[in-house]
């Protein structure tokens, strides 16, 4: 592993079902983000860890949610997906908040 | 309000040209400002960070006033590479949580 990593590439995924999304760096960093980009809504903060063992909720936390039980990974789930979660997912992380983030290729996630 | 706003373009201009982008954020408080630049289908990666004096790198010169709570980028020369849209980024403190605040981008096209 290189950098940050995100699986799966892409996905289409049945409305209802439940979904983690899988994010590992291996940068040590103490931050990492989870953002969803939309056409016209540019990178919007779903959840954020500033370290291992904490959570913090961003700007559209609801419907998913985040853990953090080591430094290296930061799944984000979907407890029940539906079909406005259709987005390309991008995961993030950075040494410290003010410092350079590096991004994961992203999940293009569809809903149907 | 967003916490950062950008002008969404589209830019087309002819290869040689310079082009100048502004970005305006919200909070005062903001510590740390950047631009990343994002190709198609593809994830965000820094182009620079932006420093109170300002700062170039090469063709790339940012700029930062704090008073007004504006950030620009200004490309001379412009290549057919330099087309992608570019993402101002604020790290900032509105509640007491540290983020990456993105603009929605501003899509830049270099014509032949």
């Known amino acids: 592993i290189a950098g940050i990593t995100q699986a799966p590439t892409s996905q289409i995924l049945a409305a209802g079902r439940r979904m983690t999304l899988r994010c590992t760096q291996d940068m040590r960093h103490n931050a990492m983000y989870w953002y969803r980009q939309d056409l016209g809504l540019g990178l919007r903060l779903i959840h954020y860890?500033?370290?291992?063992?904490?959570?913090g909720k961003g700007e559209v936390p609801d419907g998913y949610s985040v853990s953090r039980a080591n430094t290296d990974d930061f799944p984000l789930t979907l407890a029940s997906a539906v079909p406005s979660q259709t987005s390309v997912y991008f995961c993030?992380?950075?040494?410290?908040?003010?410092?350079?983030?590096?991004f994961g290729q992203g999940t293009r996630l569809t809903v149907v | 309000r967003k916490e950062v706003e950008q002008d969404p373009g589209p830019f087309n201009v002819p290869e040689g040209a310079t082009v100048a982008f502004n970005c305006t954020y919200s909070?005062?408080?903001?510590?740390?400002f950047f631009w990343y630049r994002q190709d198609c289908r593809k994830e965000p990666k820094l182009l620079m960070s932006?420093?109170?004096s300002g700062n170039e790198d090469g063709r790339f010169t940012a700029q930062l006033n704090r008073a007004s709570q504006y950030i620009s980028l200004l490309i001379r020369d412009s290549k057919l590479s330099d087309s992608a849209t570019y993402l101002c980024?604020?790290?900032?403190?509105?509640?007491?949580?540290?983020?990456?605040?993105f603009g929605t981008g501003t899509r830049l096209t270099v014509i032949p």
């Open positions: 860890s500033n370290t291992a063992g904490t959570t």
């Open positions: 932006v420093y109170s």
């Open positions: 980024v604020v790290f900032g403190a509105p509640t007491g949580a540290n983020n990456l605040f």
């Open positions: 909070n005062s408080a903001s510590q740390s």
């Open positions: 993030a992380s950075s040494d410290t908040g003010n410092t350079e983030a590096f």
